[in-house]
């Protein structure tokens, strides 16, 4: 079965800063990769997600880069800020299957 | 607010009893699924139903059943519970096929004492 790899677990910024949290999937018919923010005790919620077809795809500070070949992709946040503390999850999904998450990523925006 | 609703919020159990978890869909999602989050690990799949019907099936456990009804609520049962059940179980609903996005319910907060 399809099998998601995140990295880093953890990720301490300063407000302003970049971050960027990559992940690895081994299934080759996966097509379609969200990514979700999850804040302590409440629900993951969608942040951004891409098809297998597009490459990169942006909204506001936060972008999504994917690689077909490398099986790989990657969320980059921009100028962040601490209201972007959260942890976050990237998944994987072939068409029609069930999402696979990745561990997850602590990140910390500190003041 | 994603559409998606669970009950109760919070329940606290002894262990060998049984629970029911409820979800309800966003309106006019055909697909839910539930998912176990515990304190030292991620999201973990148990269940897809799809209109009625078992779709895929993850790591759930022969204790633990689920099932979605007619009007697409769906209801995960779990028996003969166990300390290690403690977790955070949440339920997300998708429109099924094309319409993939999965928008995920508030969860339900299970503590087995």
């Known amino acids: 079965g399809e099998n998601v790899e995140q990295h880093p677990s953890t990720l301490s910024v300063q407000e302003g800063d970049s971050a960027v949290i990559k992940c690895t999937y081994s299934?080759?018919?996966?097509?379609?990769f969200p990514w979700y923010k999850q804040e302590l005790g409440k629900r993951p919620q969608l942040i951004i997600d891409i098809r297998s077809n597009v490459g990169e795809k942006k909204d506001q500070r936060i972008a999504v880069t994917l690689n077909k070949t490398a099986k790989h992709f990657s969320l980059h946040i921009t100028e962040t800020q601490p209201e972007d503390s959260a942890v976050y999850f990237c998944a994987a999904r072939a068409r029609y299957g069930k999402l696979t998450f990745g561990q997850g990523t602590i990140l910390t925006v500190h003041p | 607010d994603s559409g998606v609703t669970q009950t109760p919020k919070h329940l606290i159990t002894a262990t060998g009893q049984r629970v029911t978890l409820r979800c309800s869909p966003r309106?006019?999602?055909?697909?839910v699924y539930w998912y176990q989050q515990s304190l030292d690990q991620g999201l973990q799949f148990l269940i897809q139903y799809y209109n009625g019907e078992e779709r895929a099936k993850g790591n759930i456990l022969e204790r633990f059943s689920a099932q979605q009804f007619p009007d697409l609520h769906s209801e995960l049962n779990l028996s003969s519970l166990e300390l290690g059940d403690s977790a955070l179980y949440f339920c997300a609903s998708s429109g099924g096929g094309a319409r993939e996005t999965q928008y995920f319910g508030p969860g339900t907060r299970l503590l087995v004492l």
């Open positions: 309106s006019g999602d055909l697909s």
């Open positions: 299934d080759s018919a996966s097509n379609y």
